[in-house]
Structures are given as structure tokens and as C-alpha cells.
């Protein structure tokens, strides 16, 4: 081991010096030492965040939150989330003893591979955040991560969940301590669902219907089973109300937390940490100072002005109809004029595959209605979103296709009025804020 | 003329963008000036299968698909009826496979599927993943599209698609899906008229045709929908373009 530890902290420091983060020095250990994650004697406190999306987000704000707190905390800021990445993190953290040296071990762990790294990690919390629809050519299905999630856990596992999701409610049919997050009904609720194709409509316990007395989001709301004892359980921590006109959410009617972007997935977030602290019983004046100052997220969706006209830069994850949902959610709140841009630069990084399915579970059709005046469909798919939009009900006119960001940005500009939301993938989010602020430094 | 379209287990079989399906066809129908319906049925309805001119069904974690299977056996003698009788059907993903005779799971499960068609399903813990590029030798055009499946069908014929890029069946690697009268049954995921113009055309055609032969059908507007199935072709596919 001493020997691992040493070679494996020899290719961190090369990896400082290059100024090449990555996770070799992870994959090159454990290919020497099999059982390395073994052999790691882990602090006391050791928190795995996991699920589909949101993991990063969430384990940052943790981490700072800890620090703030007075701990000291190893955590895979880069997002480096397979076996490599967290054996990396470890060898960063430890001494030739293979001792962490920090108080915390804060883990952002891959869906897929928590089943590997729970074993010997045995994280004393766990924060599953969500089992959504998401990049199906690696991930097959969402029965199929909650399978691969479930099999990671394990007894002396505290599981941190959202109360509202009930496809999360079938990880606590085993029995584990669970802590809840949710969110009561507030202005953005509605009670008639506006999304189709969605995960879970069946009480995962008896199978019948599930009613719902409101939504937040998709299958996200207050739930209840009227055939058996199923309902959403009540929160331990509850977002009592969401001012997103100054982005700000209230917990527990009285502590008041920034979110970093007016957007529902950004208040469960921050939600979770602030569970995660306030079950650990850390002092929740630090907490909430904490996630104030946090700067999670400020870089992924972003509004600002052009020209008297607000822009809205929704990052969004191809292949994950949710985010774009979500988004969705998002523009639907201003009854107000505006032209909308979609598109990106790649279906994924990650493979080669051109499935556009997706593009089918995403809702468009809450975008067609009086106040959009024009839809710019973009990129090397520009035209298989511009038929999306066609069969959304938008009128062709209102239709437009560019190949080239730059030349649907620069019509946008100078032929349409009203707000601007772009409704990107994550790989358009720079190229279109660039473009946006070209001949126009002043107004950005 | 009226058409009714029943989208079947439209809250457990919809995991990629089937609703496409359902949607172009109510779009285009409309737009051809007949007057087509849309309903959905799942496990907790009782359906009459006589009333509806168009089924769709499409694919569902292996979860879902267990417990449709379950409900959808019932309307085993309705169903074939209905195939008889040139009723159309679209089937996407593993929704084919609930119309062999079983279906056993990766764990060794078994189920009773309607037996329709004279096949077995066996699922694996290993997935066939792929873009496929198929051609449909009824109007000598490619069909684009996605596989992802954990099941395949042991013992059977395909008849519907020739493969080009992809996975046919076991019996026969060079093709794949099931065509018999107006029953039209693949793995090909999702939104295979959304994605697939030339194919929609000769599948709305059928409808027309199954309810009234003599129909003058008006042209069907898929000028944007072509340009965006050209682009793909020519992008990944220029020789079968």
C-alpha cells in the first residue's frame, strides 16, 4: 500500500505542476493495488452525494458549507466521479499511511458506480438527488440506476431525500434512516400536470394511480395513493416559501438562503445541503452564511440585459429531457414577449450516437402560445428541432433554422423584440453569450 | 372520415418520445381535413378495442413493460381480431415483444405474451445500443432511428426492415421488425414517423387505405420534415441517401 500511495502521490504532484487535474493517479493505483480503496482509513464523516443531476452543485455547497463550519474537507470539486476520480481524491487527501487527514470526505459519486465505491467508502450520508431520463445510450433506463443506486447502499446508510419525488420513496422501502427535503405549495405550484412521457405515475408500492393534490415540476409535488397507506412523506427540512424575483427561498419559515438562479432545481439544491448541515447539526447561522456566499452554479444559467431586452441562459443537458423541462417551467413564468433559441453543438461528448427521442419527452408545446414570437432552432440538428417545433403547433413562420449560432444570434438581435431565453444545451452557453455580447460590451 | 387513434399505456410505454408518434399523426390527419381522435388507455381502463382504427405502443423500462404485459393479455383475442381485419398498428421498442408468445427476464422470469406472432423474447443484463440505418423495401427508402434494448426475439422471421446498420434479428441478421397487413412492429425506439418522412407518408396512406380505399388524399405537407431527414442522411448516410 505504502508503495501505491507513494507512486500515486509522485503522479498528483506531476499532475500539479503540468497543471493537468485528471484522474490518472487514481486509475494507474488501483490498477497496482485492487483492494486501495480498501486499505484507506477514511475520516469519521464521510457524505457520497449521488443520482442524475445536481450532484455537483450539491457536494460543493457541502464542502463549503463544512469549511465554513470550521472542517476541513477533501471533495472532488472537478467532478471527477468514477473510481479513478474519487482513488485520485483520496490520494490527494491521505498520508503515506493511506490516513485521510481531512475531517470531512465529501463525494460526488456517478450514479453507475456507487454499487463499486460504497462498499469500502461507506459513507455514513448519502443525498441521492433524482433518478431522471439521462443519456439512455450509457444509462439504459431510469429502473435501471435505481437498481445500480440500490445495490451501493447499505445498512448505517443515512439517506438524505427529496419528499416530493416519489420515485425516490422506493429506496426507503428497505430500511434505512431517511431525512426529507421537500417544498410546500407556493405560487409557482399548479395542480393540473403539464408534462407527458414521465417516470412514475404508479404508487411504487401498490401500483395504482397516484393523485396529486399540486405539482412543482413533472412527477414533483404532493402525491398520495388513495389505494394504500403511499403519500409523500412529510419533509424534515421544507423550502416554506421561494421569492424568485430576488432569489431568495426561506427554510423552516426562518432561514432565509440565496439560490444561485431563480430555477426550481437550484431551491432543491440548495435545500439538500442545507438538510445534509442541519441533520449533522452544524450551526445553522454558519450554514446559511455559507450557502449565501456560495458560488455554486452562477456560471450555468444566467440572465443579464441586451438592449432593453432581458436575456435568460437556461443550460440544459441533452439527452435529459428534465433539464429542459425545467427550462421549460422557466420561460412559461413571464407572460411577456419573447423569442426563443435552441440548440447546441453536439448531442454528446461522451459517444457517438444521433438519437434525438428525447427531443420528444421534452414538453415544447407549453412554449405555443401567445407570447412567443419566434423560435430559432440551431446547430447541426437545427432542422430536427425546427420539426419538433412544427409538430409543438408552431406556426412555420415563426420557425427559424440556422446552422451557425452566430447567424441565428445576430437576426435575433436585429429582427425580433421582447425577452430572450436560450434554451441551450450546456456547450452553447459561452458561444451565446459571446455572441451576445459582441458590438454590445456596455449593456452586458 | 374519423379516425381514432388509441396510444396504449401511454403512462408506462414512453420512454422515448413515443408520444411523437401519436402527435404527428394527429397533425397531419387534421391538417388532411379528417377528423382524428386521440385516446389513452392504461392498466386501470377497460378498452374497447372494436372502436379504434390506429393502436400505438411504445417502449417501457423492463419494470413497466412487466406490468402492462400482465394487463395488456386480456385483449389477447380483440387484439388479433383486430390485426386480422387490417386495424393499424405501430409498435416501437419493446413493445413488439409483448406479442410473442413469452417474454423471460433477465433473471429468468417468465411471462405470457398475447402470442400473436409465433415467437420467444429473452432479456440479457446486455444491452444492444445503436443508431440503426434500415431500409424499408416497401418504398426503397432508409429509416433512421435508435436501439436500445435489453430483450430480442429468438426464432422469427423478420420481415419489415432490410439492415444496413444495426441489429436484425437472430434468425435472420439482415432484417428486422415484424409486417403482417397493417401491423407494423419494431425495436426501433421513439419517434419513428417524427424522424422518418417518407415513412410516415406510406403509414398515413395506410390508415386512409384501411378505413377507405377509394380516398382521395389530399398531397401531406412534409417539406420541413424532409430537409431535416436529408440532413441526417447526408451528415452520417450520404451513400444511402
Redesign the interface.
Known amino acids: 500500500m505504502f508503495f501505491s500511495i507513494l507512486i500515486g502521490k509522485f503522479l498528483v504532484f506531476i499532475g500539479k505542476i503540468l497543471h493537468k487535474g485528471s484522474s490518472k493517479p487514481g486509475e494507474v493505483v488501483l490498477k497496482m493495488k485492487k483492494d486501495f480503496f480498501k486499505n484507506i482509513k477514511l475520516p469519521k464523516k464521510v457524505i457520497a452525494v449521488t443520482g442524475s443531476s445536481g450532484k455537483g452543485s450539491i457536494s460543493t455547497m457541502i464542502a463549503e458549507i463544512y469549511r465554513k463550519s470550521g472542517f476541513t474537507v477533501a471533495h472532488n470539486s472537478k467532478g471527477a466521479n468514477l473510481n479513478s476520480g474519487i482513488a485520485t481524491l483520496l490520494l490527494e487527501n491521505c498520508n503515506l499511511r493511506g490516513k485521510i487527514k481531512k475531517d470531512v470526505l465529501v463525494c460526488e459519486v456517478d450514479e453507475r458506480f456507487a454499487k463499486y465505491l460504497f462498499k469500502d467508502i461507506k459513507p455514513n450520508y448519502v443525498v441521492i438527488t433524482n433518478i431522471c431520463?439521462d443519456q439512455?445510450?450509457r444509462q439504459?433506463?431510469?429502473?435501471?440506476v435505481y437498481e445500480e443506486i440500490e445495490k451501493a447502499l447499505d445498512e448505517g446508510m443515512h439517506l438524505i431525500l427529496n419528499a416530493d419525488d416519489p420515485y425516490l420513496q422506493k429506496f426507503t422501502f428497505a430500511d434505512f434512516d431517511v431525512t426529507y427535503y421537500g417544498m410546500d405549495k407556493n405560487k409557482y405550484s399548479y395542480e393540473k400536470n403539464k408534462f407527458?412521457?414521465?417516470n412514475i405515475?404508479?404508487c411504487p408500492k401498490c401500483?395504482?394511480?397516484l393523485k396529486y393534490n399540486f405539482y412543482h415540476f413533472e412527477t414533483l409535488g404532493d402525491y398520495t395513493c388513495e389505494n394504500c397507506s403511499f403519500k409523500r412523506p412529510k419533509p424534515n427540512y421544507t423550502v416554506t416559501d421561494v421569492d424568485y424575483d430576488n432569489s431568495i427561498i426561506t427554510m423552516n419559515g426562518k432561514y432565509k438562503l440565496h439560490v444561485p438562479f431563480a430555477i426550481l432545481y437550484a431551491t432543491y439544491n440548495t435545500a439538500a445541503a442545507f438538510t445534509m448541515a442541519a441533520l449533522d447539526e452544524l450551526p445553522l447561522d454558519k450554514v446559511v452564511e455559507a450557502i449565501n456566499e456560495s458560488k455554486t452554479n452562477t456560471k450555468i444559467n444566467n440572465s443579464y440585459m441586451y438592449q432593453e431586452r432581458k436575456v435568460n441562459v437556461l443550460s440544459n443537458k441533452n439527452e435529459n429531457s428534465t433539464t429542459f423541462n425545467q427550462s421549460i417551467l422557466f420561460t412559461k413564468r413571464e407572460d411577456k414577449e419573447r423569442v426563443i433559441l435552441i440548440g447546441w453543438k453536439e448531442i454528446s461528448r461522451r459517444y457517438v450516437?444521433?438519437?434525438?427521442?428525447?427531443?420528444?419527452?421534452i414538453a415544447f408545446e407549453n412554449l405555443n402560445d401567445q407570447y412567443t414570437q419566434k423560435v430559432y432552432c440551431v446547430g447541426?440538428n437545427g432542422?430536427?428541432i425546427?420539426?419538433?417545433m412544427?409538430?409543438a403547433?408552431f406556426d412555420?413562420k415563426k420557425?427559424a433554422y440556422y446552422e451557425k449560432l452566430e447567424d441565428a444570434v445576430s437576426d435575433l438581435k436585429n429582427n425580433t423584440t421582447g425577452d430572450i431565453y436560450a434554451i441551450v444545451n450546456f456547450d452553447y452557453v459561452e458561444p451565446f453569450n459571446n455572441l451576445m455580447m459582441v458590438g454590445d460590451k456596455n449593456e452586458h | 372520415m374519423n379516425i381514432k387513434i388509441a396510444y396504449l399505456y401511454d403512462d408506462l410505454m414512453n420512454l422515448y418520445g413515443e408520444i411523437g408518434n401519436v402527435n404527428v399523426l394527429k397533425y397531419h390527419l387534421d391538417k388532411l381535413g379528417i377528423n382524428a381522435e386521440v385516446f389513452k388507455f392504461s392498466v386501470e381502463d377497460d378498452v374497447d378495442i372494436d372502436l379504434y382504427d390506429v393502436f400505438i405502443i411504445g417502449s417501457g423500462t423492463e419494470y413497466n413493460q412487466d406490468k402492462v404485459v400482465r394487463d395488456f393479455i386480456q385483449y389477447k383475442d380483440k387484439i388479433k381480431t383486430a390485426i386480422e381485419n387490417g386495424k393499424v398498428f405501430l409498435c416501437t421498442g419493446n413493445s413488439i415483444e409483448l406479442f410473442g408468445n413469452t417474454i423471460t427476464d433477465s433473471y429468468g422470469s417468465i411471462n405470457k405474451g398475447l402470442g400473436i406472432f409465433d415467437f420467444t423474447v429473452k432479456h440479457s443484463k446486455q444491452r444492444i445500443v445503436d443508431d440503426i440505418l434500415f431500409e424499408f423495401p416497401e418504398i426503397g427508402k432508409s429509416i433512421i432511428g435508435f436501439q436500445n434494448q435489453e430483450g430480442f426475439i429468438e426464432n422469427y422471421e423478420f420481415n419489415l426492415f432490410n439492415v444496413i446498420r444495426g441489429f436484425g434479428g437472430n434468425t435472420n441478421i439482415t432484417k428486422e421488425g415484424i409486417h403482417y397487413k397493417n401491423f407494423f412492429g419494431t425495436y426501433v425506439l421513439g419517434p419513428i414517423l417524427a424522424r422518418n418522412p417518407y415513412f410516415l407518408e406510406y403509414f398515413i396512406k395506410c390508415i386512409i387505405e384501411s378505413k377507405d380505399k377509394n380516398y382521395q388524399l389530399k398531397p401531406i405537407d412534409l417539406e420541413l420534415d424532409k430537409k431535416a431527414y436529408n440532413n441526417i442522411m447526408e451528415r452520417h448516410y450520404p451513400k444511402y441517401l
Open positions: 431520463r439512455p445510450p439504459g433506463n431510469v429502473d435501471i407527458d412521457s414521465l405515475y404508479y401500483g395504482r394511480k450516437y444521433y438519437d434525438l427521442s428525447w427531443l420528444y419527452d447541426e432542422y430536427d425546427a420539426v419538433r412544427k409538430y403547433g412555420e420557425i
